[in-house]
């Protein structure tokens, strides 16, 4: 797996080797998924993270959170190259959702930490 990088506004990086390979490209993969909000690309309206549509703004509790890891998990499981979810956990405070997710892939297993916002996504190998 070949990504081209983001840098730290999340915009392509253009010169020479500036592509991540295997277990960081497939991180970025699930970075830009996660950041993808559903209707918001034109090629494919279909696809996207529900973020206004089911997760922000829509009153629940415990059967929230429930909801809220199963839309990010599956959106994780359905990139390529993610195998299975070894284990999930997340928490709620103070309005805030943060996950820590262990991951198998085709490239060996990788721990994401997603914040309430899924604006930093800090992968650990």
């Given at each position: 797996m070949k990504y081209r990088q983001l840098d730290k506004n999340g915009d392509y990086t253009?010169?020479?080797?500036?592509?991540?390979?295997?277990?960081?490209?497939?991180?970025?993969?699930?970075?830009?998924?996660?950041?993808?909000?559903?209707?918001?690309?034109?090629?494919?309206?279909?696809?996207?993270?529900?973020?206004?549509?089911?997760?922000?703004?829509?009153?629940g509790g415990k059967d929230k959170k429930q909801a809220v890891d199963l839309i990010i998990s599956t959106r994780i499981l359905e990139t390529t190259g993610v195998k299975e979810l070894k284990s999930y956990s997340s928490i709620v405070?103070?309005?805030?959702?943060?996950a820590i997710c262990i991951i198998d892939s085709v490239f060996g297993e990788l721990e994401l930490t997603i914040?309430?916002?899924?604006s930093g996504i800090e992968v650990i190998f």
């Open positions: 253009f010169g020479v080797n500036n592509f991540l390979l295997n277990k960081e490209a497939l991180a970025q993969a699930i970075y830009t998924r996660l950041k993808l909000l559903y209707n918001e690309w034109w090629e494919n309206t279909e696809d996207g993270l529900p973020l206004f549509e089911s997760i922000l703004g829509v009153y405070k103070d309005r805030k959702y943060n914040d309430n916002n899924i």
